[in-house]
């Protein structure tokens, strides 16, 4: 299939994009570079050798993006570009909305103009809110929280109507859990701007000794150590979700709505366990405050996806460190340095 990747040179995109092409898929990006590499865009070529185009713009930016799907003619669209940071959402929340949401629009205004009428889109777990049982399944009451969340909600409920308006089109949305994990060549990985605000990236850090101990955000929790604890899924099989969402995307229509995550919850404190084993010391942790927002738990069902679209994670625990061990203690500053410069 042609397909039109929006956000693809960033953490998820890349990943994706190495899937795809893996698979014999065209692709088309689109990016402009706010969270993304053009160096991690050319590790993506050094590791596959499929037909790819860049174009560095906005989403925003119709009349321009309308240009590329029209030259590109895509049979799907696969939308990461978005902002993600939860606390960042509450500072700036029209920036979240203008991206997210505006920039959704811009895009469905381009297909239109494009007929292409198939989408999966990045959505999010913290669509869900407070946990009123667990696992989440895809019935689960919708109640956002951050204006990140509520802006992933939005675009959900565009991508229904969208989908209903017309015969033959379909849209995906894919509610991520926590990805985490590289690729296992090392080449590609997770490289955030400043601080990270993620567990597993400021693990990391603290493991290369760029940042001093990790702070855990609250030990009263009631988990079975007392720290939080997410459903982690491996950034390969992730990619893989999005493979397998382009065909059932082809074989059905109107919007749908899956689970992406394994199933199995990990606490922050088996997270460090396992990280430390990894790099073969205890790295340094702090004990401090809960963060505003975060759940105790959460873990997905993921059994629609694999009934619906054949796709389930495979990969485990120690894939995701040790993954991210091989990545970070390769390319310590992410893509800024090394053969970046
Ligand atoms: N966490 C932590 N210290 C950090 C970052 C995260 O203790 O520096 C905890 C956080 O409270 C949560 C888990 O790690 O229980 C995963 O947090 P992350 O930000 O990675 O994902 P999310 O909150 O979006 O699920």
Redesign the pocket.
Known sequence: MRVLVTGGAGYIGTHTVVELLGQGHEVAIIDNFDNGSPVALDRVRELTNGPMEVHEADVRDTGRITRIAQDFRPDAVIHFAGLKA?GESTQKPVEYYDVNVAGSLSLLRAMEASDCGRIIFSSTA?VYGEPEYLPYDEAHPIRPISPYAHSKVMVEQVLNDWAAASDGRAALNLRYF?PVGAHPSGRIGEDPNGVP????P?LAQVATGARDR?????EDYDTRDG??I?DYIHVVDLARAHVAALDRAAATSGAEVYNIGTGQGYS?REMHAAFSRVVGRDLPIEIVAR?AG?VAE?SADCSLARERMGWQARLGLDDMVESVWNWQSANPHGYRGSDAE
Do not use: S
Not at 197 to 200: K, P, Q, S, V
Not at 214 to 218: A, D, Q, S
């Open positions: 939860v913290t926590n605000n993620n567990l597993m400021f990790l702070r855990v955000f609250g720290t939080g997410r922050v963060r975060d959460m």
